[in-house]
């Protein structure tokens, strides 16, 4: 049975078919999303809780034990872990890798709402879900300064016209803003004078409540209009809580201000953020697990002028970090990659082949089928990324074989004397099972690549799939167009001509012919010296294989450093807020950082008032002469000068498989009902860790040596 037959007789047919999938290709790869690896997020769902106010345990205990005992019976989840610190409990979720996010997301609802009974009453806000993975940074940061505008007010302009409308765009899981300078009215009450009126704080806190209402007041129905009352008896500034009367004494009122001091400030006092060395408001963008970190990028910097224009001209709004920028950038080096292989495979059949004609034909045949292979990446929803570019520029290997594979075998019967045409039809009549049985044991060694599970299953599918394509269709276009083409354009063997197909009459090749010819025997005059030689070989194989390290993935250069500053727990939030400066400019001093961003306090990323965030931008790879890891290692040196606090710097990373934040690269984690014994043991471990010379830092997440107030 001859697979090329009508092939090869209807060339039109052939032409028009192969262009059908070179612009279904071309169409597909205008449309196919770009990414820096496959989307292999685990679905994750991180729910906060503030309680103003409230003890490490009291958190434990009152909010994050009912909310967990609720999680625990959601389906589909993985893993649960939580934090509780002062005033803030951080619980994340993570859901198998077959469940839609937007699934969890309901049935997390339903568990919040079932445990709202269970909850403190006085709890300021319910418990708040993203769909979010916590230890991925941010993909976009931007920060908002002002030199003339108090930062209560840039931090309301970010809330109200930044982070809502950044927050509605598809594929944005959570929005934060950090520096703490949300707008409040702050009443410092004196004591003394509250005391001396024979009144508490409680009653002083329920004339606040109950003076700033927005409650409706009714309407007025007469016998030809009506009127609704619109009276609004909320307080919005300072002054006028000041002339609020909060109750009487022997016969007049007591106004606000006569037991205490109003003024304008900030909600929370004990948070702060900076730009570079300037105080800021920064805000952190995050995308959802699974969604393309350029198309959400691209998308935040297309409504960025629009929302810069609602901005006063005195607020400027800046770019500080930018993920995008070097995805792009491998992206596109991966694609020159991919060109300049295919031309090295062209130039290199052109040297063997020495014919213009002979080596157009598989020439063609490589781009084509990698197109091809396009058209199917984005039917099956496959993205552009370097793992899925890897393959295609491996495959160009096994493309090119195919169609040397039927054009030798023509050319053959060329040589013979046969005409292109019968050549064609004869030839590829024979090598078409061979094409057919050699594609299939090529993807036969990718099928378990298909069957691995979890994160690396998914992460090599696309690669699998993507190689296992570009072998089939390069399979049909040496079927197809390859033979068509050879009957066409191979010219007929005059009387006279000398082979060529081979090289034949080449002074090099005739050369590179007596040197194999020439190992070939020596190997067959010396079998058990070969023999031995093999074995040595295999030893050594298995020898440096265990000799090389083993890890992951490889350490990236995204350009960026998360830094997380911690400090001794007993700090106090002016302390704090001193050593995190100093860390900002003994990093800003070193020639490869660009610029950083910097917050501490507590805010849902930060859990504890004695740990920062810094996030540091490094210029780009080409303008600095050595790579992330030097440039932390080089940064730990200078910043051990600064006492009190402590950083731990890690590279950002395009792909990451936890749900915690952590200061270092590994994780252990200890588990016991006994929390004694676990606090015990945890500080053995570290300990003992400590004590190892391989290890760069060393740190808990148990911290429980804070200073505390009891009676």
């Not at 490094?618 to 606090?645: K, T």
Request: net charge negative; hydrophobic share 45%.
């Amino acid at each position: 049975m001859n697979l090329s037959r009508p092939f090869i007789l209807r060339p039109v047919a052939t032409s028009l078919l192969m262009v059908a999938l070179v612009l279904a290709g071309v169409v597909a790869y205008r449309q196919l999303p770009v990414s820096a690896l496959p989307q292999v997020d685990y679905p994750t769902i991180q729910v906060l809780t503030f309680y103003p106010g409230a003890s490490p345990e009291v958190m434990a205990s009152s909010v994050t034990s009912p909310l967990e005992r609720q999680f625990g019976q959601v389906p589909g989840r993985t893993q649960m872990t939580s934090s509780s610190s002062e005033g803030c409990a951080v619980i994340t979720l993570r859901f198998d890798l077959a469940l839609d996010i937007d699934v969890a997301t309901q049935q997390v609802q339903a568990a919040i709402n079932s445990a709202a009974a269970l909850l403190p009453r006085d709890l300021p806000n319910p418990p708040v879900y993203t769909k979010v993975n916590p230890a991925d940074a941010p993909i976009l940061t931007l920060a908002l300064t002002s030199d003339t505008l108090p930062l209560t007010r840039v931090q309301d302009l970010a809330d109200t016209r930044l982070a809502q409308k950044i927050a509605q765009l598809s594929g944005v899981g959570m929005v934060t803003i950090s520096g703490g300078q949300k707008p409040a009215i702050r009443v410092q009450v004196n004591p003394t004078a509250l005391s001396a009126l024979s009144m508490n704080l409680e009653d002083l806190r329920g004339a606040l409540v109950q003076a700033s209402v927005n409650q409706a007041k009714g309407s007025f129905d007469g016998r030809r209009q009506s009127f609704t009352i619109a009276a609004n008896d909320q307080l919005f500034t300072a002054e006028q809580f000041r002339e609020l009367i909060i109750g009487y004494r022997n016969g007049s009122g007591v106004r606000l201000s006569d037991v205490a001091e109003v003024i304008d400030g900030a909600e929370n006092t004990r948070q702060a953020a900076w730009m570079n060395d300037r105080p800021a408001v920064i805000v952190n963008i995050q995308r959802q697990p699974g969604a393309n970190i350029i198309e959400v990028v691209d998308a935040v910097k297309a409504i960025l002028p629009q929302l810069q224009a609602t901005l006063p001209a005195a607020v400027g709004l800046h770019v500080l970090t930018d993920r995008t920028l070097t995805i792009r950038a491998s992206i596109e080096g991966v694609q020159h990659e991919l060109l300049l292989t295919i031309l090295l495979v062209v130039a290199i059949i052109f040297v063997f082949l020495r014919s213009v004609t002979a080596t157009l034909i598989p020439g063609i045949a490589v781009p084509l089928s990698i197109v091809g292979t396009f058209a199917v990446m984005y039917a099956l929803g496959y993205s552009l990324n370097n793992l899925t570019l890897m393959a295609l520029t491996i495959s160009t290997g096994f493309v090119v074989d195919d169609a040397i594979v039927m054009i030798e075998n023509i050319v053959r019967y060329v040589e013979e004397g046969r005409s292109p045409l019968e050549a064609a039809l004869e030839g590829a009549a024979e090598i078409g099972f061979t094409i057919v049985s050699l594609s299939v044991s090529l993807i036969a060694v990718l099928i378990p690549l298909l069957f691995m599970g979890d994160v690396v299953g998914r992460l090599f599918r696309e690669f699998a799939v993507t190689l296992a394509v570009t072998i089939v269709v390069s399979a049909i276009v040496s079927l197809t167009l390859t033979p068509m083409m050879c009957a066409l354009l191979l010219a007929p063997r005059r009387p006279g001509d000398r082979p060529h197909a081979h090289g034949g009459g080449s002074p090099a090749f005739d050369l590179l012919t007596r040197l194999y010819a020439g190992s070939l025997d020596l190997v067959l005059r010396h079998q058990v010296a070969t023999m031995l030689l093999f074995a040595a070989t295999l030893w050594a194989t298995w020898s440096l294989y265990r000799a090389v390290p083993k890890g992951f993935f490889p350490v990236q250069d995204t350009g960026v450093i998360l830094g997380i500053s911690e400090a001794p727990q007993s700090i106090s939030f002016e302390a704090m807020r001193d050593r995190q400066e100093r860390l900002g400019r003994v990093i800003l001093a070193d020639p490869a950082v660009e610029s950083l961003s910097s917050f501490i306090g507590i805010d849902g990323v930060n859990t504890t008032l004695n740990s920062g965030r810094i996030q540091i931008n490094l210029v780009p790879l080409e303008d600095r002469d050595v790579r992330a890891p030097e440039v932390i290692r080089r940064l730990q040196e200078a910043l051990a000068a600064v006492e009190g606090i402590t950083l731990y710097m890690q590279p950002v990373q395009d792909l990451s498989v936890e749900t915690r934040v952590s200061r270092t690269q590994y994780q252990y984690t200890l588990e016991s009902p006994d929390a004694e014994e676990l606090a015990a043991w945890a500080q053995r471990l570290v300990d003992r860790l400590g004590e190892l010379t391989e290890r760069d830092g060393v740190a808990s997440g148990r911290e429980a040596a804070g200073r505390e107030a009891r009676q």
